[in-house]
């Protein structure tokens, strides 16, 4: 048999024997109803109880009378498991704070890069006699902050957070984290240094030389030791469908970035078939599973009401695990590299769509009825909006995938556009509800400023609609012209000109979201700023507080 | 079935690795082992030291991100029309690492800017000041791979750039650093216009061939 046919076959007989096997086991009961395995991020009285630490208390009054049950105080509420997540949240108090601290001032680095970097898209004699600042050192410097500072120290903050609570067990050998975490930011840093004096491996998002790359596979191993140690001693036996995002993507993170950046090991056409089986697999296995365990965990949290069916979202998991990491071929359609690899990761790519079917259907069933929670609930607000963006931007890259749209999309500012909407309509935004919601928990202090919750939100939402939308247009209508011979080649760079000077604008606006979050960031870790209700910790003292007080 | 399946750390861990082991087999391995027995194309020739280093100060200077190295099947894209080269083969990539086939075209596709634009004073204006030979680009200008010299000040050595009357400042002569010296050497290697493949029969040719006679 030819060898392509051979692999596309052998690709076909596993994915449909996959699916055959899922059928059966769903039809036999295997995974059972998964109504109690939904429920366990609740304490037993706690179902139908609204949460947003993040929310004013004239807020939380309206989210809990909108959730349509009013919260009743009895004994119940000084229960073992509410003692469990006490002990759970104090167990990862200092390792937290740190990664989220070392993750907003990476943000606010990475905002000044981004911008930076567009502006000079359109000014490009601006700040030219700056080597560490011209377009190919600071393009890559913003990508690199983003993609190994602010996620994935974001990500893994609240992943270390959500995990003892999951698990029910305080986090074991926090400080290996903490250990982890500084040497993982000092490799950042470290690399950001040697791509500003132009030491780069050369491949995107593997630029880092690979002797630092060292420090953040050690730091990331570090990391990964709390989460081991912890889920082996757990007290509970199930494990929520966030625990399998976040030991899935900490799993999949070390192999594909060592990989990628072992030495001397790839050259020709076959470095870039790993370039973007890492690129999109650090997108697809690292950051969406870490940013769909917070979905799965916050969503039902602040509703007080579980996942609508616990079963599809295993659906959800596998399928991403299989067709996600699968996909990369298609950034090199059109390229020197053999058709059946584009062809493979075109088909995956499409078959993406299930696990983006999966997640709507779970979390609009979850949500529905209850979408006013949004108006009072900035966690939520946050996270459904990079929910949304989750769905849009899969389905978009499903079908960016596919060789007509590609044709057009591929070597454009379209592009560009579509890794935005993935890493920060998602991503981002998701770990800004996720860190709105942990702080006050952390800090024992309220978000000192509600108002610039909203203002944050608001800059952002309109930075970032300006920034796709004018970017997306721009880079199709590049895509047109550049393949029409009839038009010269400086017709594609001359019309996306006001394109790019809109992408500043958004970039800016979003830039100065950043900032407001940074600096209410700090000052809740301070706890400075007015003193409104008191400590924001769970507990009957307060709960009782707020209750004679009417507030909830 | 009574025995329920427990998404516990085991089925996960395995689940989990045989995904990754998977992607990993098709997508690195399957292409490692095929492009071992990938020759140079014929006509490939290795870099020099010089053209190697330039290659580095083309990496260090990020011009991947605006320029790819890899023009398209002429069914799929004008790229040949636009005069940059033939669809491009596996074997010309003999000698590349890191790869450097990019995914951006905010500029053009450089795979065959030697042989498209030979001369090398341009290439050494156009680093220098971009605008100066192609109105409305936004490619940096890299004013720190030169030195800006009193006229009187030039000696034999030193590399002279040749600029357009409009831009070049009376007194004054832009020469070139080694980085510029070697980034241009680079840039005039890459020339891919050789033919790669020997030529293979395929279908349509034999019909062509009976339909001309």
Redesign the interface.
Known sequence: MDFNVAILFGTYLVSIIALFLFIYSMSNGMFGDGKPASEMIFDKDEMGHTEDPAATPSQRKQLQIDAGKKLTLHQDLESDELDARAVADQSTHLVVGICLTLAVIWLILASFAGLISSIKLHEPDWLNSIPWLTFGRIRPIHLNIVAYGWCPLAGIGVSLWMLPRLLKSPLIGARWAILGGGLWSLGVFLGVIAIANGYSDGMEWAEFPWQIDILLVVGGALIGIPLWLTLLNRKVKHLYVSVWYIAAALLWFPVLFTVVNFPNLHVGIEQATVNWWFGHNVLGLFYTPIGLASIYYFVPKVLGRPIHNYNISLLGFWALAFFYSQVGGHHLIGGPVPSWFITLSITQSIMMIIPVVALVINQYWTIKGNWRALLNSPTLRFVVFGLSMYVLSSIQGSFEALRSINTITHFTHFTVAHAHLGLYGFFSMVMFGAIYYIMPRLMSWEWPYPSLIALHFWLVLIGFAIYIIWLSIGGWLQGLAMLDAARPFMDSVRLTIPYLQARTIGGALMTLGHIVFAVHFFIMAWRKGPRRLGAAVIGPELVAKYFKKGVI | ?S???????KS??I???V??S???G???L???F??KQ?QPAKGLKPYTVLEAEGRN?Y????????H?Q?P??AK???DT??GWGR????G?????????????????DLFNIAARQPSKDWHLGHLYQ??AY?P?????????LFDVKKTEDVTKNDEVVNLPPEYAKAGQTVVTTPKAHALVAYLLSLDHTYSPLPAIPVQGDEQSLSGGR
């Open positions: 079935m025995r329920k399946f427990e998404m516990d750390e996960l861990v689940g989990a690795m995904c990754l998977l992607a990993t098709v997508m690195v399957i292409p490692y095929l492009t990938i100060v990496i260090s200077e990020g011009c991947v991100y605006c790819s890899q398209r099947d799929q894209a004008p029309k636009r669809v491009s083969v596996a010309d990539y003999y000698y590349d690492s890191p790869h450097l086939l990019g995914t951006m075209r905010t500029g053009p971009p605008r192609t409305g680009s936004i490619m940096p200008s890299y004013p720190y």
